[in-house]
């Protein structure tokens, strides 16, 4: 806002002016006071000018309607929707969100720098805004095997650029706490550019958390209790309460959406797949949940437009206010967060959940455009064809270690299972104890690295799943009940150069391709829903357990940051010791 515009804002807030837009007799979202208040709302130039009483060059009249501050979604990862960022834009903003934080982590593990260029550039059209925080973890953990990496001074000449806001997810918790050169330069760069650094710390506790909170870091989105959440708001942390398809955090961490600690804390997706964007929401879905649960609805939206905004120190945004940007969302109550119209800089985009515009042709233009800058992102699969022999574990001994899965959280348990007979025959398969093999196969660099354990928890009966999406080095990652089906679903991934793929009697019976990266789609946002739905209930039908989603799910069991313990390309992981364990031992 130059000193000329200023000028005009201000006669049309002191009534000398008409404003641009007058939107009259709405019920408005006081983000300062958290109460509703009746008034009218006066923009000029995209922004908001006044509230109070108004008359306007145009007028729109929103009697029994409510006006909230636009969404923002404070920790995500784009390319973990399987959209591309326009079909994305075209699933969110209809429901209020006008801005997302995004990490590019996933598709930087798998190109680097050029993985981020890739992203800014695909984004850079939107109506909303995208703003980056930059990967300090590529890869995640010493154990990993990515497709680059990226030091401090790859990061370095980004940090001028306003639509980067600071460094994303430190995930190596254990290596800030160490003093890792590397990751105390990268928190270092991004303070020194007046930038946020965000954090990661799942279970951190005591000494270990105070080290981690004096490096830098200044928010946690991995929080899993109300107590575990205290202890990080008390030591300045600003707590991001996740609600994903994979991670379900809002209902433990409820307490937190209560006065005063709901001040320093805010709502994030981290990972929504498409389905659930469609028929839940985005950001509305969180608040209506928190609503539903008993939190304050005011309150509830507070932390998702001004908390979000204060916690990434953007002024102007997040609130009904003079001087704020109009980024606005029309409701239709407050227990519904029904938006049913969403003003971006004072200009109607969306309403009744459809985009005012459509941007087809464009998008077509750009991916073309971008598929020619950027080939390497479109061919980076690197391995032989898949057969099922690779899945055989060489020596079987008397007992064996499970990934154990946890219901609607990330954190995995290790699980000592005695081998049985049957066992013996199948190569460590027992589906009557819902012990399972899983496989990693590295699919960068033609190491031909493949990663052998077995998980319980997941529910399969026959058949295999398979995924190019396997936080955070999205290598192929694998999980079924026989070799052959095994081999079948990965192949499948692998020949789609990135996909996701459901195999039953040796025959891949669904799935999607995901050739941006290996994580994203080319197909608009209702064929993906449409590819996805016939995936999701062919795992049904395999015995897949309705308690997790059978694909972010299995996409984390390979993440070596979270606990307990973990499978990649170099083996079965114990977290907290960040060292390479026997899958099977006597």
Partial sequence: MNSMNKKALLSAAAGRTLPDLVLKNAQIVNVFTEQLEQADVAITDGYIVGVGRYCGQREIDLSGKIIAPCFMD?????????????????????????????DPHEIANVAGSKGIDFMMSITKNLDMRVYYTLSPCVPSSPLEEPGCRLDAAALRPYYPNTQILGLAEVMNSAGVVAADPDLLQKIHDAEAAGKNVDGH???????????YVLAGVRTDHECSSAAEGLEKLRLGLWIMIREGTAAKNLEALLPLCQPPYHNRCLFVTDDRHPEELLREGHMDAIIRQAVSLG???????????????????????????????????????????????VFLAGSLVAKNGEM??????????????????????????????????????????????????????????????????????????????????????ERHHHTGHIGLGFVRGYGLKRGAIATSVAHDSHNIIVIGCSHADMAAAAERVRLLEGGLAVADGGEVIAELA??????????????????????????????????????MTLSFVSLPVIPQIRLNGRGLIDVQKNQIIDVTFD
């Fill in 514 to 551: 995901l050739p941006i990266g290996g994580l994203m789609s080319e197909l608009p946002l209702k064929q993906i829903d449409a590819q996805m739905t016939q995936l999701k209930k062919a795992a049904t039908r395999l015995g897949v357990s309705p308690a997790i989603d059978p694909f």
């Fill in 201 to 211: 710390a799942p279970g951190l506790s005591g000494q270990e958390l105070c080290a």
């Fill in 295 to 341: 939190a304050d609805p005011i309150r509830a939206i507070k932390m998702c437009t001004y908390n979000t905004a204060q916690c990434f120190g953007l002024k102007g945004c997040g609130a009904v206010a003079p001087g704020y940007r109009a980024d606005l969302a029309v409701l239709g109550s407050l227990s519904q967060i029904d938006v049913q119209q």
């Fill in 74 to 102: 404070g920790h995500m990862h784009l390319e973990s929707s399987l959209l591309t960022p326009l079909e994305y834009e075209k699933a969110v903003l209809p429901r209020g969100t006008a801005a997302v934080m995004a």
């Fill in 356 to 441: 005012v515009k459509s941007q087809a042709s464009t998008s077509a233009n750009d991916l073309r455009s971008l598929k020619e800058q950027y080939p390497t992102i479109w061919h980076s699969f690197h391995l032989s064809p898949i057969q099922p022999e690779l899945f055989a574990v060489k020596e079987l001994k008397n007992k064996m270690r499970l990934i154990g899965l946890k219901a609607h959280e990330l954190l995995t348990e290790e699980i000592i299972a005695e081998v049985s007979p049957q066992q013996r025959e199948r190569n460590g398969i027992d589906v009557s104890r819902d012990i399972l093999k899983t496989a990693v196969l």
